[in-house]
């Protein structure tokens, strides 16, 4: 199992980034696909998550009309766009998949969270 997360960078604070996690040796399409950030010296924290087939997302309340989650099933890849990004944002970002039902609620617990990416890194300078 393999989640590459890739796109992460510097930007000046109002820009936006596009981070991408490609998802190799699992059924992606089985998986509730969230994104998570840590800033350094802060708890691990919820994004946004999509629904198995790309219908429902859920997002945490700093991300709510910023940060946008897709996904592609045939290319097993998912997408964080980032728009108007803040200094607070600045954190490593990592992709993670969760094994669920096709109606399960997107969780915002990563222990829910069975697969994790290795992180990219996201600073934005104000």
């Known amino acids: 199992v393999q989640l590459q997360a890739s796109g992460g960078g510097l930007v000046q604070a109002g820009g936006s980034l596009r981070l991408s996690c490609a998802a190799s040796?699992?059924?992606?399409?089985?998986?509730?696909m969230g994104w998570f950030r840590q800033a350094s010296g802060k708890d691990r924290e919820f994004v946004i998550g999509?629904?198995?087939?790309?219908?429902?997302?859920y997002a945490a309340d700093f991300a709510e009309g910023r940060f946008t989650i897709s996904r592609d099933n045939d290319q097993k890849t998912v997408y964080l766009q980032m728009d108007s990004l803040r200094p607070e944002d600045t954190a490593v970002y990592y992709c993670?998949?969760?094994?669920?039902?096709?109606?399960?609620?997107?969780?915002?617990?990563?222990?829910?969270?069975?697969?994790w990416g290795q992180g990219t890194l996201v600073t934005v300078s104000s």
């Open positions: 999509i629904s198995r087939n790309g219908r429902n997302t």
């Open positions: 040796n699992f059924m992606f399409s089985r998986y509730t």
């Open positions: 993670a998949a969760d094994h669920t039902i096709l109606t399960a609620p997107i969780s915002r617990n990563p222990l829910e969270y069975d697969y």
